[in-house]
C-alpha cells in the first residue's frame, strides 16, 4: 500500500513539473525531485527579494519625484500670484497713461474723430463715384483711414486732402478711356467710355453705369427716352466748343431708375383682358375710318368729275342722279323733285355706311375702360383684405389695371370721335353736291316748263 501511494505522488509530481523541464532533465526518482524542487525554490526567493530591493529602490524614486514635483506647482503657484498681481499693475498703469495720452493730445482728439468721420463718409462717396470706374481702388487707403484707431499722421492726412482734391478736380472733366463694359447678355467687350464728370458714363452712344458692389461698368436693360439718347451721340461725336447732353445729378441713380420703368407693352399687358379688347376696339374702328375715308374720297373724284361733264352721266352717285333727270324730263316739276329725292335717298345709304359703327365704337371705348378700373379695384380690395397694406406691391397689379384701362379707353376714344368726325363730314359733303345738282336740275326744269 506504501508503496502504491509513493509510486502515484511521485508520478504527480512528475505530471506537474513536466512543462517546467525538458524529458532529458526530468527527475528519475522523488530524491532528484525534493533537490530540484528545493533548487528552484531557492531562486524563486532569490528572485523575490531582488524584486523587492528594486521595488523598494523605485519607491525611494516616486517619493523623491513627488516631493519635486509638489515644489514644482508651489512654485508656479507663487509665480501666478506673481503674474496675476503685475497684470493688475500693468492695467492701473495702461489705464493711467491712457488718461494721460487723452490729456496730452487736447484738441487732436476732437480733430481725429473728425478724420474718421469724414473719411468714412468720403470712402462711401469714392466706392460710388463714377470716377473710380477708371481709377479703381481710390477709396482702400481712405476705408482704412476711417477704421483706424490710433491718431493719422501728417503724410496720411495730407493724402487724404490730395484725395478730395484729385476727386474736386476729376468731376470736372470730360475724359475718354478704355475699359470693359459687361452687356445684358453678361458678355464683355473692351470699349471706349466716356466719363462726364462724376455724373455719368457713356459708351457706344448709350448711357452705362458703374455698379459699385461688383465694380463693373454694366449696360442698361433700358435706355431713357429717345431725346436723351440722341444727345449722347451728339455729344459723343462733339470735339470741341459745347454740346447738349442731359446729365443724372444723383450719379446713376436716375438711370438705374429707368431699368425698372415700364415699357409700352408691360403697360398694355397692365390693362389685362379688357384692355385688349380696347385695343381691338380701335383697330376696328380705325379700319373702319380708314376704308370709309378711301371710298368717300374715290366717290367724291368721281362726282367731282361728274359736275364737269353733266351730259354723260357715269356710274357714280352724281350719274346715276343725272340719269334719273334725262329719264323725267317730260314730268312736271313736283314729279322730277320727288323722283330726284328718291334718288338722292337711295344713294345716301351707301355713303353714311358703317359710320356710325365708328361712333359706336368711341362711346364703347370709354365705357370699357371704366369696366376696366371698376375691375381692377375690386381686385386691389380684395388683395387688401387678404394680405393688408403692408406691401403696396401687393396692389399696385390691381391699381395697374384700373389706371391703365382707363388710360387705354379714353386714348381709344379720341382718334375713334376725331376719325368719325371726319368720315360724316366726308360723307355729308357728297351727299350735299348731290342735292345741290338736284336743286339746279329742278330749277333748270322748272324755268323750261314756264317758258
Known sequence: MKKFIS??????????????????????????????VQTDRANATKTNKKREAEFLNERGDKAALLKR???????????????????????????????DRKIAQGDLGEMFGVVKGEAGDFAGKLIDSNVTAQYPGRDKFISELGARKE?????????????????????????????DVTGLDGSVHNKEVIRVGSYNLLADGKYVVYNADLGLIQELSQQPGSEQVSSVKSFSQ?????????????????????????????????????GYIIIGLLILGALISIERLVTLYMIGAKVSSQRKNVDNPGNNPLGRILQTYKDNKDVDVETLELKLDEAILKETPALEARISIIKVLAAIAPMMGLLGTVTGMIATFQTIQLFGTGDPRLMAGGISMALMTTVQGLV??????????????????????LEEQSAGLIAEHAEKRNA
Open 7 to 36: 509510486t502515484a505522488i511521485f508520478a504527480a509530481t512528475l505530471a506537474l513539473t513536466s512543462g517546467m523541464a525538458s524529458a532529458a532533465d526530468a527527475p528519475k526518482s522523488i530524491e532528484q525531485l525534493l533537490k530540484q
Open 69 to 99: 514635483e509638489k515644489s514644482a506647482l508651489a512654485a508656479e503657484t507663487k509665480r501666478g500670484k506673481d503674474l496675476a498681481q503685475a497684470f493688475s499693475d500693468n492695467e492701473r498703469k495702461i489705464a493711467q497713461l491712457e488718461e
Open 151 to 179: 491718431l493719422p499722421k501728417i503724410n496720411e492726412l495730407e493724402k487724404f486732402w490730395e484725395d478730395q482734391l484729385f476727386e474736386m478736380v476729376e468731376s470736372g472733366k470730360v475724359v475718354k478711356f478704355n475699359s
Open 238 to 274: 462733339t470735339t470741341s466748343g459745347y454740346d447738349k447732353l442731359f446729365v443724372d445729378p444723383a450719379r446713376g441713380v436716375l438711370l438705374s431708375v429707368f431699368t425698372q420703368k415700364a415699357t409700352i407693352e408691360e403697360r398694355i399687358e397692365a390693362g389685362g383682358p379688357i
Open 412 to 433: 381709344a376714344a379720341l382718334p375713334l370721335m376725331l376719325m368719325h368726325a371726319i368720315v360724316i363730314a366726308r360723307s355729308k359733303s357728297v351727299v350735299q353736291v
